[in-house]
């Protein structure tokens, strides 16, 4: 059983930073990744980054160079830096935590948390 709790999500005007904080509970196994994906209003939900049990990391093209993810050493929890932030940006962000096994992946959502860019 894993549940993921995010917080930090909040209202920031543009140029502003927010940091995402997830924590995730009971023990991940073998290879997984951790990451944020976001869904905008009338929009379809995308990824944002994700971080592996390996140290890769993978980000979406509109928010490299702004965005930095991270994890924790027992690699239980996970952040995301948001910086320099647009109202493009707006948004329900949500943590995923994917562990991977021999039949199948499992998947696991946060609860989403709202980031609002305005002036």
């Known amino acids: 059983q894993v549940e993921l709790v995010e917080s930090g999500g909040g209202l920031v005007q543009p140029g502003g930073s927010l940091r995402l904080s997830c924590a995730a509970s009971?023990?991940?196994?073998?290879?997984?990744?951790m990451g944020w994906y976001r869904q905008a209003p009338g929009k379809q939900r995308e990824l944002v980054a994700t971080i592996t049990s390996d140290s890769n990391t993978n980000y979406a093209e509109s928010v490299k160079g702004r965005f930095t993810i991270s994890r924790d050493n027992a690699e239980n929890a996970v952040s995301l830096q948001m910086n320099s932030l647009t109202p493009e940006d707006t948004a329900v962000y949500y943590c995923n935590l994917k562990i991977h096994r021999i039949l199948r992946d499992y998947d696991y959502w946060g609860q989403g948390t709202q980031v609002t860019v305005s002036s």
């Open positions: 009971g023990s991940i196994f073998g290879r997984n990744a």
